[in-house]
């Protein structure tokens, strides 16, 4: 497991690309924070991450395109994996 006790955000996380990052994370390891504006497959795919073994948790609704929103999910983040 080369990511354990890392904690990561993946942005985009509710399909394609980012879900694969997400799942990818997880399964090496890590606590993963899953960010993306759609909500339902977001939390589907932490869903996914957890009934494989994994870690992961959803930020709801959000978008890097906004600062404060960026600065919710990286202090979720931190929070979600107890730092």
Known sequence: MRLKDKVAIVTGAASGM???TAKI???EGAKVMCAD????????????IAQAGGTACYSPGRSLSRLPA???ICSG???????
């Open 18 to 20: 980012g879900a694969s």
């Open 25 to 27: 994370f997880a399964a």
């Open 37 to 48: 504006v759609n909500d339902t497959d977001g939390a589907a795919v932490v869903g996914i």
């Open 70 to 72: 960026s600065s919710r």
């Open 77 to 83: 983040g931190r929070t979600e994996a107890g730092h």
